[in-house]
């Protein structure tokens, strides 16, 4: 089993920045793939970024250029720098890790953008 705990979330006005962390521990080796994802009131959640299992990264058309998905492999955390924020990224952003066909999902952090 993995423990994944966000961080980082809050406000921020249109164009500004922010970074989550997502703290894994746990059996953090047996990690297949670990990213982002983002729910917004109304909406079903969506992939923002992840690390496939070669260890190459994915990202959704929307955040392409804006966002990036980083690790820090020594610290078992995952980063998320989030720059040029828009409205529409207002969301419950969560981490999530799947080991072999079990996914494991943090508790999310809310990140609001001011228009």
């Known amino acids: 089993q993995v423990q994944l705990v966000e961080s980082g979330g809050g406000l921020v006005e249109t164009g500004g920045s922010l970074r989550l962390s997502c703290a894994a521990s746990?059996?953090?080796?047996?990690?297949?793939?670990i990213g982002w994802y983002r729910q917004a009131p109304g909406r079903e959640r969506e992939l923002v970024a992840a690390?496939?299992?070669?260890?190459?990264?994915n990202y959704a058309d929307s955040v392409k250029g804006r966002f990036t998905i980083s690790r820090d492999n020594a610290q078992n955390t995952v980063y998320l720098q989030m720059n040029s924020l828009k409205p529409e990224d207002t969301a419950v952003y969560y981490c999530?890790?799947?080991?072999?066909?079990?996914?494991?999902w943090g508790q999310g952090t809310q990140v609001t953008v001011s228009s």
């Open positions: 999530k890790a799947l080991i072999r066909w079990t996914e494991y």
């Open positions: 746990g059996s953090t080796f047996s990690i297949n793939t």
């Open positions: 690390f496939r299992s070669s260890g190459s990264t």
